[in-house]
Structures are given as structure tokens and as C-alpha cells.
């Protein structure tokens, strides 16, 4: 079973830039899609974008789209996620994971198995 290992979070401040990277160890990523969550405090996990591994069309959460940019690099078997413009609301623990079904979707039901998450945390 193909596990992922999140990096790249760290502390930045409002307006800064970070790129997390998703990299699949055990075997190549054999999934429709790759996606990336978060998770703050008190809240459910939510969807902020995600990319078809084949062909590598690209989705995006409402809340992300202009800011953060999700690529993938097929040989090195890693999905990236570029997020700049941060905002302190971006705090959270940020996931990323195959999806499990063959169409588009958000819901985290949707997709696993999850990594252990990298923290982002933006100050004001």
C-alpha cells in the first residue's frame, strides 16, 4: 500500500509564500487523483485542491484559487503545493491523498490512505 510523507509547512508570515510537498513511498502512485486537505482546529477536514494524476488536470477550493497552485512531477512520484499570498485563515494541518474513486470529488471520504499531515501556521 502506498504510504505519503507530507513536508514543507512551517511558520510564515501573512502574505508569504510556502510549497508543501506529497511524496508516495512503497510504490508509484496508481490513483485518478491526488488531493490536498486541511484541518484547523475545530474544524473538519476540507478540500483545498487536487490534481488528475494522468493528464493532470487541476481543481481548486474557492478559497485557494489565486493563491495556491498544486503540480505534480510524475518521476519523482510527488504532488506539490505552492501557496503563497497566505493568510492567517490558512492555518492548519495540510494533507494530501490518493483519491479512491475514478471521478471528481471533494469530500475526504473520498480519499486515503492520508499521510500525517505538515502544519502551516500564518501569523498576522
Known amino acids: 500500500q502506498v504510504q505519503l510523507v507530507e513536508s514543507g509547512g512551517g511558520l510564515v508570515q501573512a502574505g508569504g509564500s510556502l510549497r508543501l510537498s506529497c511524496a508516495a513511498s512503497g510504490r508509484t502512485f496508481s490513483t485518478y487523483a491526488v488531493g490536498w486537505f486541511r484541518q484547523a482546529p475545530g474544524k473538519e477536514r476540507e478540500f483545498v485542491a487536487a490534481?488528475?494524476?494522468?493528464?493532470?488536470?487541476?481543481y481548486y477550493a474557492d478559497l485557494v484559487k489565486g493563491r495556491f497552485t498544486i503540480s505534480r512531477d510524475t518521476a519523482k512520484n510527488t504532488v506539490y503545493l505552492e501557496m503563497s499570498s497566505l493568510k492567517p485563515e490558512d492555518t492548519a494541518v495540510y494533507y494530501c491523498a490518493p483519491a479512491r474513486v475514478v471521478r471528481y470529488t471533494k469530500d475526504p471520504a473520498d480519499f486515503g490512505p492520508w499521510g500525517q499531515g505538515t502544519q502551516v501556521t500564518v501569523s498576522s
Open positions: 490534481i488528475r494524476w494522468s493528464g493532470g488536470l487541476l
